[in-house]
């Protein structure tokens, strides 16, 4: 690990999960991927509405439950126990499905395994053996949604980074991911190439594309009045 990585105050997953959350625009139709991106639910502004979608089949999800109020019948796709908001509906399965593949989903935040510079997408397998592939709803959400947002780690444990040139890995689908979160940076995928938009204190752009070996390009807006 390099010293510059060392020393950076990276975001915790709940920080890259308030990150996601304040970019998605109010009215918005969104399905969260099971993982880090449900976290998505807990940090919403209240004031901010936003129509929560699960596979399993409920519209009008909420925030995860107090401690000790949870509610068996009432979990999402990741099987954790999850609210529901007045007004929520619940429909059969194979009709959320529909949903998801009809376009009627405006964003869906996903967890990935890989994500290429041209914005393809690896999330449901490793390919090695030993791994337990789980595809779920990912390849309809990813072509379905009107956008996709992936939020990872920036780095595996050994330290390369999960931005590629080209996926290794299988694929879920093709050019669908719109913006990566990860702890370090937010990232847009463009016809022109990636650019950064937001980035840890104590980083600089360069730094970054040095961690994740593929070219960056910095898209952040100037400071007011500069």
Same mark, same amino acid.
């Given at each position: ?65 107090? +401690?000790?109020?949870?509610?068996? @019948? =009432?979990? $999402? ?6 609210? /529901?908001? *007045? ?26 395994? +890989?994500?290429?510079?041209?914005? @393809? =997408?690896? $999330? ?6 030993? /791994?337990? *592939? ?43 991911? /719109? ?48």
């Amino acid at each position: 690990m390099s010293a510059t990585l060392a020393n950076l105050k990276k975001l915790s997953r709940n920080e890259m999960a308030k990150r996601v959350a304040r970019d998605i625009p109010e009215g918005a139709y969104v399905n969260l991927g099971i993982g880090l991106p449900t976290l998505v639910a807990n940090f919403l502004p209240e004031d901010r509405e936003v129509f929560l979608h699960t596979e399993n089949g409920l519209l009008g999800m909420g925030p995860a439950p107090k +401690q000790g109020e949870e509610d068996p @019948d =009432l979990i $999402n796709a990741g099987k954790q126990p999850v609210t /529901a908001l *007045p007004g929520a509906a619940y429909f059969h399965h194979a009709d959320s499905f529909a949903m998801m593949r009809g376009g009627h989903l405006d964003i869906c935040v996903l967890g990935a395994f +890989q994500v290429s510079v041209t914005g @393809d =997408l690896a $999330n449901w397998h490793t390919g090695e053996p030993s /791994a337990i *592939p789980a595809v779920g709803g990912a390849m309809d959400l990813a072509i379905g949604a009107k956008r996709t947002f992936v939020v990872m780690e920036h780095l595996t444990k050994a330290g390369e980074s999960k931005i590629v040139p080209t996926c290794t890995y299988p694929l879920t689908a093709k050019a669908c991911v /719109a913006r990566i979160y990860t702890d370090l940076a937010v990232i847009d995928v463009t016809p022109g190439g990636l650019l950064v938009r937001d980035i840890v204190p104590g980083l600089s752009v360069s730094e970054l594309a040095g961690l994740t070996k593929v070219a960056l390009a910095d898209g952040r807006e100037p400071p007011a009045g500069a």
